[in-house]
């Protein structure tokens, strides 16, 4: 939603300033952006299965460190996500589901 203030000259409206959503510096000036969905596109198939698995590739792999083990169980920090995909594809039980979050959700890039 975007706001305009105008100055009345001589009976004519000329907008001066346009405040608009992004109109702080980090609006500006970010190279990625996150709109953070009500769900999360990362899902665990089976706590069980992460229990079995020795070396846990996907706290390695994952660029944002969305994955944590704490307490037996592997906690998902999906607002992290920057949406590559490696978790998928590195588990080696295919126990993580991924989906690209819908409408617009998800990682922005400015430059791509």
Known sequence: MSQQIYIQKQKEEIPVYKKEENSNVEGKLFLARYKRDDVSHLVIKDNETCIKCNHK????????????????????????????????????????????????????????
Request: proline share 7%.
């Open 57 to 112: 590739p996907c706290i390695i792999v994952c660029p944002a460190d969305v994955y944590k083990w704490e307490e037996n169980r592997l906690i998902i920090s999906y607002d992290n996500c920057v949406e590559c995909g490696s978790c998928r594809i590195v588990c080696p039980y295919s126990n993580i589901q991924f989906r690209y979050p819908l409408h617009g959700k998800g990682i922005g890039y400015r430059y791509g």
